[in-house]
């Protein structure tokens, strides 16, 4: 599926949403009878074909969920969820205004509560995600959430509650992705939730989705697709987007672990300062849970071409990881361009197989943790198949790290640069790896290290 060559059928429809002029009892057909809320989008059935378009400059504080039973796309005619008019691309946001005169207090600490029936996942002030504190006894610019109570716990960064605008983050997503097939999501901006998209699996599986020239920010997830229930996930494209300040930005994953991601393309996105929720604060001071750019998880037959990380990731770039029960096979990670990491730029993973690293730019990356943590880092491989080609390392700690299982491994035509600490380090013995035709400055010291050894 792709954003071209799409022949739209006779019957098929476009219809508008606006937010500050729209009326759900309007037919929707024409910027002038536009819709106004996303509950009468999700409240609708659509045919193949059909486009929803949002106004640009307007917000929307509700989750997009269209019933899969009732609306889905075909192979050439998926339905489209995208923008009209000028400006802004429109927002859907995760966060919901707590209202002034809600707040109770403060306490003796100048702590406020409030009370809610459900659930609050995370709150911002001024449209910044704050820190979570592990009590009620909350310090400025903290918050907590007494789930057995239905009591949020705030204190506010300066002065009182009426001085910020505070928001609930109670959705889990933006946008419910889950069971379906042959939709597009484009030029949209998502904001401040758990996830701006997220599609699990549960009835049938995910395939033929498109997401292009959005905009994703301060999500505890950007974009998450969950294979599940023996349901394979496929065919997803991921391109020309731009994601900054969420938790973790791209994640495939596999609930039992033995579902596998099929034939995905991750291309021309923007990733910038994963792991922060804002430019000081880690989102694991909000919400718990690794900080990768890309995490991939039983990937197989699938592309990841062309994307820009820079800044934050602890976790790592792009991390591919399987199962021991699947595999990762078959996968395409070229001209990458990774810059300024805590974690390592790209994690190759234990069981991994036939994979090609090829072409990719690795800049000052793997200084945020524990060393040796790598420009590039190598897990454990058993077969032959996974090579690592033409990539250009500059300034890591270590560029390429090897683990002690690591086998196999075709390493040639690499140039590597100026480390930290060293070129290559393998631990445990060289094996069946080929290290060859690669270029490394400076030739001076002990930048090799091979079963702990410096050489």
């Known amino acids: 599926l792709s954003l071209t060559n799409v022949s739209l059928p006779a019957y098929a429809t476009t219809y508008y949403v606006d937010a500050t ?11 002038e009878t536009a819709w106004k809320t996303i509950s009468k989008v999700n409240s609708m059935d659509f045919k193949p074909g059909d486009t929803i378009l949002f106004k640009r400059g307007e917000i929307w504080r509700e989750q997009l969920n269209v019933p899969y039973y009732n609306s889905s796309g075909t192979g050439g005619n998926p339905i489209t969820f995208g923008a009209y008019g000028s400006g802004e691309k429109p927002i859907i946001h995760g966060g919901i205004i707590i209202p002034n005169d809600d707040w109770n207090g403060p306490d003796v600490n100048d702590v406020y509560s409030y009370i809610y029936t ?5 709150i911002a002030e001024d449209g910044e995600p704050l820190k979570k504190a592990s009590d009620a006894t909350c310090a400025d610019g903290n918050w907590y959430w007494d789930d057995p109570n239905d009591t949020l ?18 959705n889990v997503r933006c946008i419910n992705a889950d069971d379906r097939q042959y939709v597009v999501y484009k030029n949209l901006h998502l904001n401040l939730c758990y996830a701006g998209i997220f599609g699990r699996a549960p009835a049938q599986s995910v395939t033929n989705i498109v997401i292009s020239n959005c905009e994703i920010s301060k999500c505890r997830f950007g974009i998450l697709f969950q294979a599940r229930n023996g349901h394979d996930n496929s065919s997803i494209i991921v391109s020309n987007n731009i994601l900054t300040n969420n938790g973790e930005s791209i994640d495939f994953s596999s609930l039992a672990g033995t579902e ?39 990937l197989n037959n699938s592309k990841v071409i062309g994307n820009q990380i820079i800044g934050g990731a602890p976790n790592g770039g792009i991390v591919l990881w399987t199962n021991p029960s699947s595999t990762s096979d078959n996968n395409s990670f070229l001209r990458n361009y990774f810059k300024d990491l805590l974690g390592a730029g790209l994690i190759l993973g234990s069981y991994a197989t036939n994979n090609i690293v090829a072409c990719n730019i690795i800049i000052n ?9 790598g420009g590039l880092r190598l897990g454990n491989s058993y077969t032959p198949g996974n090579r690592i080609y033409n990539n250009t390392l500059i300034d890591n700690d270590w560029n390429i790290y090897v683990y002690p299982n690591g086998d196999y491994y075709s390493i040639k035509n690499n140039i590597s640069f100026n480390p930290v600490y060293g070129h290559i380090a ?15 400055y400076p030739d001076t010291g002990n930048k090799f290290c091979l079963n702990g050894i410096r050489y």
Not at 21 to 31: E, I, V
Not at 153 to 170: A, W
Not at 426 to 432: M, P, R, T
């Open 426 to 440: 393998k631990e445990g013995e060289i094996a069946n790896n080929i290290f060859d035709y690669n270029d490394y």
């Open 260 to 298: 596998k991601n099929i034939g995905h393309v991750i291309k021309d996105n923007v990733i910038q300062k994963t792991g922060y929720a804002t430019d000081s604060l880690s989102w694991n001071d909000v919400i718990a849970g690794d900080l990768e750019a890309m995490g991939f998880q039983n």
């Open 21 to 31: 002029n729209g009326n759900d009892f309007n037919d929707g057909l024409s910027p």
């Open 118 to 122: 459900g659930t609050i996942i995370f």
């Open 153 to 170: 716990y705030y204190k506010p960064t300066s002065g009182v509650p009426s001085d910020h605008v505070v928001e609930r983050i109670s």
């Open 365 to 373: 990356c793997g200084q945020g943790s524990s060393h040796p943590y």
